[in-house]
């Protein structure tokens, strides 16, 4: 199986703000499937069932697969699409934005509504946290004790996660490596051990990569 690479957001997070004297809450949910979003858009329709509006976007799928948003009652076009084009020029996908408004008696206007929609996206992608998604694979590497010192060293020096080192009859070293890198870490390990070294591959797995906040609010 080979695995892809992909944009998502770290947790849960909300964020407010007020425009005009009205408040735009944002709730930002990491999601896995259409019914998981629908659950927590019902949840947040109860939690604030006297705001106005309680509009969404999402996007669902590696390859962002599935998009849907909503203006819930804001004029067409204002609120849904710019939040859901936010998600897709930051190429984040498995993720939801719920923005509440509560109405503060003045108008904002076509461009004013897509400057606050959009702006509100944005603070919540930034509160929850923008993380990529890296395909990886998990490794045992079992040696002979008068060959795990230097291994150790020379794995200490590599791009090459060690996890655990394990003492027994053998040494066992828990390693992580990107999954690009897989007929490489096979030869680095082969040629370091002179073929000595008992190479097992695990599993494959997502490590997070932390993404720096883009500034934008």
Request: aromatic share 8%; glycine share 6%; net charge neutral.
């Amino acid at each position: 199986m080979t695995l892809m690479t992909y944009l998502t957001v770290r947790s849960v997070a909300k964020a407010e703000s007020e425009i005009k004297k009205s408040r735009f809450i944002s709730s930002v949910y990491p999601v896995e499937s259409e019914t998981e979003a629908v659950q927590w858009i019902e949840s947040v329709r109860k939690e604030h069932w006297k705001a106005n509006h309680n509009c969404f976007a999402y996007i669902i799928g590696k390859k962002q697969e599935i998009q849907k948003a909503s203006d819930d009652g804001e004029p067409s076009g204002t609120a849904g699409a710019p939040m859901l084009e936010v998600l897709k020029q930051r190429s984040i996908c498995n993720v939801l934005v719920i923005i509440t408004r509560y109405f503060g008696g003045t108008k904002l206007g076509t461009g004013g509504l897509i400057r606050a929609y959009a702006h509100s996206t944005s603070a919540g992608l930034n509160k929850a946290g923008i993380i990529r998604q890296v395909p990886s694979e998990q490794w045992t590497v079992t040696v002979d004790y008068h060959q795990s010192g230097m291994l150790e060293n020379k794995l200490r020096e590599s791009p090459y996660t060690v996890k655990s080192i394990g003492y027994s009859d053998k040494v066992t070293f828990d390693l992580l490596t990107d999954q690009k890198d897989h007929s490489a870490f096979i030869e680095f390990m082969t040629n370091l051990t002179n073929g000595q070294a008992e190479i097992e591959k695990k599993r494959e797995l997502y490590v997070q990569e932390a993404l720096p906040s883009t500034g934008e609010n």
